[in-house]
């Protein structure tokens, strides 16, 4: 079975500080890996997706993230944090092999105060 | 396009009464998802469809849930007869093939009283 862990509810970072919001996933085959971000009273918006190729993938509004394959992680990034950038930041997989559908973890309240 | 429209915003329900949710995809995407979400459970995924039939339903908390889609542009979600523990915001989604990205409405805040 697949599953996704964001092991922190909410993370703190002062604007114009990097941030990173971990993401750790369990999938039996290829997993495909997402972020998504959430504000306020809104339905999730997409950030960027892992399918294959390099480790590293750039994504909406300067975000990225890298897989590691060894860590089974996808952690997001950003190398210098906007008070803008608060909201709720959820991680996805998806299993190629086995043909599931998207699994979110629970996700990460990002704080950036200024 | 519009992106996914979902209607109504807000319900508030007594017990025991019937609630439909609606949703309408983007126009072309072969995949459509209904997922809820509240703050002990985050997002679960409820039931998903391609090309209107349903593929996995194993999410749907209980027989009192039902989902159906009769055509590319429409689809609803049923809970019949409604209790206070369905209380959250149900989203839908929609994306074009199965392994892109989803895009999803603004979700329904339901409220059962």
């Known amino acids: 079975a697949q599953s996704v862990a964001q092991p922190e509810d909410q993370v703190n970072v002062a604007e114009g500080n990097p941030l990173t919001v971990k993401c750790t996933y369990s999938v039996s085959g290829n997993p495909y890996l997402f972020w998504y971000v959430q504000y306020p009273n809104r339905g999730l918006q997409f950030l960027l997706k892992y399918i294959t190729g390099d480790n590293l993938v750039k994504g909406s509004y300067g975000f990225e993230a890298e897989f590691n394959k060894s860590q089974t992680s996808f952690h997001l990034k950003k190398p210098s944090a906007l008070v803008s950038d608060s909201a709720l930041y959820f991680c996805a997989v998806r299993d190629n092999q086995a043909g599931t559908a998207l699994i979110f973890g629970k996700g990460t309240t990002l704080s950036v105060s200024s | 396009d519009a992106g996914v429209i979902q209607s109504p915003r807000h319900e508030v329900t007594e017990m025991g009464q019937e609630v439909t949710l609606r949703c309408k995809p983007i126009s072309g995407h072969d995949y459509l998802f209904w997922y809820r979400q509240t703050m002990m459970r985050g997002l679960e995924l409820l039931i998903y469809f391609n090309n209107n039939v349903p593929i996995d339903d194993s999410g749907m908390p209980e027989d009192r849930f039902s989902a159906k889609m009769p055509n590319a542009s429409f689809s609803t979600l049923k809970i019949q007869p409604s209790e206070p523990r369905d209380s959250a915001v149900y989203f839908c989604?929609?994306?074009?093939?199965?392994?892109?990205?989803?895009?999803f409405g603004s979700g329904t805040q339901l409220s059962v009283l």
């Open positions: 989604a929609s994306s074009l093939y199965r392994g892109e990205e989803l895009f």
